[in-house]
């Protein structure tokens, strides 16, 4: 397959690198990465300046490039002719840390991947703890496997596959999960400070984030030692409000 690889860490991620390594002997591969950081970004267009690319080593046997753009567009660079030929599959993370239930409104790794699908191309977006190490090696192994199934059986171009592995040696992970998105609890806190010239400033922030555990959800099987997959779309139409919305008394 024709695969594009990106994600929000930067284009100098170790999991950005290993999934690059693990995936060109195999596939026909090209990164595209942001030159900086973007985690938590959500999902940003560039649209009001232009962009710079430039090449970038990082692998044998793949091109990859680095352009101070999003990581969506990054993927909108692939798709719009920066390559010689649109991609098959999108491919963004290993992100460094897991992008977990109500994450995914935040992750600049999901957003590339959604990116992707906005394009009509299938895309995954995986993550990975980074305690008390990080195995990127075992996440890469993983997404082989997942592509490799992908390839011989397809997936619909408008699926977004949410993969979560969890921070465990190989042969200790319990297996695969197919999941929903979970819970998660945000305790942030507005902090406000005061600099040197007197002018009052602010930072979000706030405690480690908890997760609600719920049986069949993204976070209980990566609790469980299980890596999760969730299946995305872009439809976030609430269908079980709609009939009852129509009752309402809504003249114009």
């Known amino acids: 397959m024709r695969i594009l690889l990106t994600n929000d860490d930067g284009i100098d ?4 690198k290993a999934l690059g390594d693990a995936l060109a002997p195999l596939h026909e591969v090209a990164v595209i990465g942001p030159d900086r950081n973007w985690s938590i970004s959500g999902h940003n267009r560039t649209m009001d300046r232009p962009l710079r690319v430039s090449e970038k ?5 793949y091109k990859a490039y680095q352009t ?3 990581p969506a567009d990054c993927v909108a ?15 963004s993370g290993i992100n460094h840390g897991n992008n977990l239930g109500d994450d995914i409104t935040y992750s600049g790794t999901v957003a590339a991947a959604m990116e992707g699908i906005i394009s009509g191309i299938p895309s995954i977006a995986v993550s990975m703890d980074t305690h008390p190490i990080w195995p990127v090696d ?14 011989k059986r397809g ?3 408008d699926i977004l596959l949410n993969v979560n592995v969890p921070n465990l040696p190989y042969d200790q992970i319990r297996g695969v999960q197919i999941t929903r998105l979970g819970k998660r609890i945000y ?16 930072w979000l922030g706030g405690n480690s984030i908890r997760s609600e ?3 069949g959800a993204d976070v209980a099987a990566i609790e469980d030692g299980y890596v999760s997959i969730t299946p995305i779309h872009l439809d976030l139409t609430n269908h079980r409000l709609l009939e009852t919305l129509r009752t309402w008394d809504l003249r114009f």
């Open 138 to 151: 075992v996440a890469a192994a993983f997404i082989v496997r997942l592509v490799d199934q992908i390839t």
């Open 68 to 70: 101070d753009g999003a």
């Open 57 to 61: 080593q990082l692998g044998e046997g």
């Open 187 to 202: 305790e942030d806190a507005l902090i406000k400070r005061v600099d040197p010239r007197g002018r009052e400033y602010y």
């Open 155 to 157: 997936i619909e171009k």
């Open 13 to 16: 991620s170790p999991g950005l």
């Open 213 to 215: 555990r719920s049986e």
């Open 77 to 91: 660079l692939a798709v719009l002719g920066f390559l010689p030929e649109v991609p098959e599959l999108v491919i």
